[in-house]
């Protein structure tokens, strides 16, 4: 079957999955629905005057948000109702292509993108009865994806309309998300309004609106704007947290309606009651803790294994550890190129001043690694080997590791969320300033590429804006999730570690990560979708 290029790009996606035409749908999770929700809110109306239209016909419309959850149905025949509960086509059932392969829901909201999808080009089996058209709603402030309207009929009742007849209700939702943003920002600055000359700091947070009075300019950071939202999140009326410039602030939270934000007074506590603790973001690039690790470890002249993820800034930190004392650095990599001649030029700089960094020892060929041993017990020279995570380490190289005085492990970047907004600081050329989307957008990514992606990414945004503040839409390019989400929490951020060690350890292949974590594989997509895992 010769299929167009949407469609068979979407069915290989579903076949890496792990999903075969013969995949059930019978059983896929289904989680409660926020029926307060903005989507639901302006979405509904217009889904009560497509229902009024397709009265009498086998056509129904469906809603999804913006995890491609459904949300709503409308349909006018019993027996639609019962097609849709058969193939789980219910509110609360999560459609992504993974679980339920190419789809009306599942392929626009991968591809971002409007498809049409008729008969045979469904991907399994038992949705091949349908035709149907999706296509995503766009928040028109933000640009993210709010969720998927599709409209679905049976196989053979495909018309060419229903392109145009769905894009002109995806605009009227879109335009009621806009109405309803523009209220949602008079209730919020009404709000401000009314308090914003109290003696305390005031500060009001929206979903893409920030108002503060002098006094929460000159207190509150840019970077605290997440702490606020997430205190803003479980609890209502009076708390205490430290700001991220050590500050520790009585703060009093109000929600000013379902959707327009919450409004926060700040006072400066001097007490020694017991205050929310979070971790200060560090002046430099790694933890003051580690930092001071690597400075001692210079001053002392040890050697030292500084070991962590690629692009965790090892190769920074070794010279940390230098000091103002010269450094040679060697390369493991650059062994291919001659082992002997490679360790004989580590052999002669052994006897100069200053540091030896040897980095990507875990690469190191067995023969090397023991050359480089020998070399550590009998001269007296200042070496930092430099590795990836220990675990990695086998034989030879494990051997030549223990030789070291002193172990240094780097933090991934994932695990310092709360330090992101200081090290993009301390990253970001020039006068450049973050704003606090950029900032929370920063902070919701995995980052796996760790400091370096994080400066690639800033450097990326900054050669496309040389002035003024740097905003979301500026760092999106560089971003692997667009829409910002709330950080995991410390369990959430292990199982995010096993699964992507997992995958990497199964070559990406789904099928074998989930037997060999023990889990069914719609719980392993479930578990990558909500943890963002990619």
């Known amino acids: 079957m010769d299929l167009r290029t949407e469609i068979a790009q979407s069915w290989r996606r579903a076949e890496l999955s792990g999903l075969s035409p013969a995949s059930s749908v019978e059983r896929l999770e289904v989680a409660d629905v926020d029926s307060r929700s903005r989507l639901l809110r302006a979405a509904s109306p217009v889904l009560d005057e497509l229902a009024r239209q397709l009265a009498g016909t086998r056509f129904c419309v469906v809603l999804a948000d913006d995890d491609c959850r459904i949300v709503a149905r409308r349909f006018s025949e019993r027996s639609v109702e019962l097609a849709l509960e058969n193939i789980s086509a219910v509110p609360g059932c999560q459609f992504l292509e993974e679980q339920t392969g190419t789809n009306a829901l599942a392929t626009p909201f991968e591809t971002r993108r409007g498809v049409s999808v008729d008969g045979d080009e469904h991907f399994l089996e038992a949705m091949k009865q349908f035709t149907c058209y999706g296509h995503p709603v766009v928040h028109p402030t933000t640009r993210r994806l709010a969720g998927v ?51 305390c700091a005031v500060l009001a947070l929206g979903q893409d609106v920030v108002l503060a009075n002098t006094a929460a300019t000159e207190l509150v950071d840019t970077a605290d704007h997440r702490l606020l939202r997430e205190l803003g999140r479980t609890q209502r009326g009076l708390g205490r947290l430290r700001l991220t410039s050590g500050t520790p602030v009585e703060v009093r939270v109000e929600a000013v309606s379902a959707s327009a934000g919450l409004l926060f007074e700040l006072a400066p506590v001097r007490t020694s009651s017991p205050v929310v603790s979070r971790p200060q973001g560090s002046r430099g690039l790694f933890p003051a803790q580690v930092d001071e690790r ?56 052994a006897s100069e001043r200053g540091l030896l960094v040897v980095d990507g020892i875990q690469l190191l060929p067995p023969l090397a690694a023991v050359r480089l041993a020998r070399l550590l017990d009998t001269t007296t020279a200042w070496f930092a080997l430099l590795s990836g995570p220990l675990p990695e380490l086998r034989g030879e190289q494990a051997t030549l590791a223990a030789r070291m005085h002193r172990r240094i492990e780097l933090p991934p970047l994932r695990e310092r969320r709360d330090e992101i907004p200081a090290i993009a600081r301390a990253l970001l050329r020039g006068s450049l300033r973050l704003t606090p989307g950029a900032l929370e957008l920063l902070s919701s990514q995995q980052w796996p590429g760790n400091l370096r992606e994080l400066e690639g990414v800033l450097a990326g945004a900054a050669d496309r804006r040389s002035a003024g503040d740097l905003t979301a839409a500026d760092i999106a390019p560089g971003c692997s999730d667009t829409a910002p989400g709330a950080a995991l929490s410390g369990w959430e951020q292990a199982e995010y570690d096993v699964i992507v060690r997992t995958l990497r350890a199964c ?13 069914s594989r719609s719980t392993l997509y479930n578990r990558m979708r909500a943890l963002r895992v990619r």
Do not use: M, Y
């Open 149 to 199: 309207l599709d409209i679905t009929g049976p196989a053979g009742d495909a018309n060419p309309l229903l392109g145009p007849f769905l894009r002109r209700a995806v605009a009227d939702i879109e335009r009621r998300l806009l109405d309803g943003a523009k209220l949602a920002e008079q209730q919020l600055l009404a709000a401000f309004q009314s308090v914003q000359h109290r003696a």
């Open 294 to 349: 690597l400075r001692s470890a210079g001053r002392a002249r040890r050697r030292v294994l500084i070991s962590g993820e690629p692009g965790a800034g090892r190769t920074t930190a070794a010279h940390v550890v230098a000091g103002d004392e010269p450094v040679h650095e060697f390369d493991a990599s650059d062994v291919v190129a001659g082992e002997a001649s490679w360790c004989a030029r580590v052999e002669a700089a």
């Open 507 to 519: 070559d990406g292949n789904k099928v074998r990560a989930a037997k060999q974590l023990g889990i």
